[in-house]
């Protein structure tokens, strides 16, 4: 049965990422692909640095494998019908990047380097920073992106809602530990920015690369309505697919009960930062 217009089913793919080893996350990424699609599914997330997990620095061979996997990504979007999202290792301009990407139907729609680099665990060592959103027009609408950290910083974020981003999509590697404050994160940025948020994160557990730290990862993949409410979420320890239905005139609703955007004031933010960084 097709879908009503503005309706379409979206999937959060999670698995425990081996780091390092393209090869095995190229073939879990596919498998679970094939049933998201074969589900119904339009639009399908990945987890954060998806077929790597966090490399080892000088891991040039890796990186390689994994430039080639990110190629076979693109041609299952086109195999597959499907949008995809997720983030990777991307070199460029003799930098590293932890970037972001959206591919519809074996087309790449381009990249979004993650601009908040987790310094506590060194990441900031091995990326370097991306200095701009992203924001995608697809056939489901407008996709916009972040990528895990990112997600504890609503300048970032409200840049999407002036946008009128659709759906923010957040691949993550959150750890166990901190579970609670990415369930309550994604809750918040959808209800504020009136969006579907969907995140895929990873599960398992590792040894940090670049912290040295055995980390429990914290799954919890998730749809979230523009009212922030949890549509469908996975346990911590599950892998496989989430599945859920994305409904557009949803944001149509939330709108017209709560106009945020006609009661900002915009002008008066600039000038609360203006007089804060004068004193400063």
């Known amino acids: 049965m097709s879908s009503p217009p503005g309706s379409f089913s979206a999937a959060a793919l999670q698995w425990d990422v081996?780091?390092?080893?393209?090869?095995?996350?190229?073939?879990?990424?596919?498998?679970?692909?094939?049933?998201?699609?074969?589900?119904?599914?339009?639009?399908?997330?990945?987890?954060?640095?998806?077929?790597?997990s966090f490399p080892v620095?000088?891991?040039?061979?890796?990186?390689?494998?994994?430039?080639?996997?990110?190629?076979?990504?693109?041609?299952?979007?086109?195999?597959?019908?499907?949008?995809?999202?997720?983030?990777?290792?991307?070199?460029?301009?003799?930098?590293?990047?932890?970037?972001?990407?959206?591919?519809?139907?074996?087309?790449?729609?381009?990249?979004y380097r993650k601009i908040h680099l987790f310094r506590r665990a060194g990441e900031d060592r091995l990326f370097?920073?991306?200095?701009?959103?992203?924001?995608?027009?697809?056939?489901?609408?407008?996709?916009?992106?972040v990528v895990c950290y990112d997600l504890r910083f609503p300048e970032l974020t409200r840049w999407y809602f002036t946008r009128r981003v659709q759906v923010l999509l957040v691949p993550a590697q959150w750890p166990l530990a901190r579970r609670e404050h990415f369930r309550l994160l994604a809750r918040v940025r959808a209800l504020e920015n009136q969006c579907f948020l969907l995140?895929?994160?990873?599960?398992?557990?590792?040894?940090?690369?670049?912290?040295?730290?055995?980390?429990?990862?914290?799954?919890?993949?998730?749809?979230?309505?523009?009212?922030?409410?949890?549509?469908?979420?996975?346990?911590?320890e599950e892998e496989g697919v989430l599945a859920a239905r994305v409904d557009l005139a949803a944001l149509d609703k939330a709108e017209k009960e709560l106009p945020l955007r006609g009661d900002r004031a915009p002008g008066v933010y600039a000038e609360i930062w203006k007089d804060w960084e004068d004193q400063e």
């Open 18 to 52: 081996k780091r390092s080893d393209p090869s095995f996350n190229l073939g879990k990424a596919a498998s679970l692909l094939r049933e998201a699609a074969a589900g119904g599914a339009r639009l399908a997330l990945l987890p954060e640095m998806w077929a790597t």
């Open 199 to 236: 995140a895929s994160g990873r599960c398992g557990l590792d040894r940090s690369p670049l912290s040295g730290k055995m980390t429990r990862f914290a799954g919890s993949s998730c749809l979230v309505s523009p009212w922030g409410e949890v549509v469908a979420e996975m346990d911590p």
């Open 128 to 145: 370097s920073p991306g200095r701009r959103p992203f924001l995608a027009r697809t056939s489901l609408g407008r996709l916009g992106m």
């Open 57 to 111: 620095a000088g891991e040039e061979d890796v990186l390689a494998e994994a430039s080639r996997a990110q190629e076979e990504l693109l041609l299952l979007s086109r195999e597959l019908d499907l949008v995809i999202g997720g983030s990777t290792a991307l070199q460029e301009g003799g930098r590293l990047y932890n970037a972001g990407f959206l591919l519809e139907k074996g087309r790449h729609l381009g990249w």
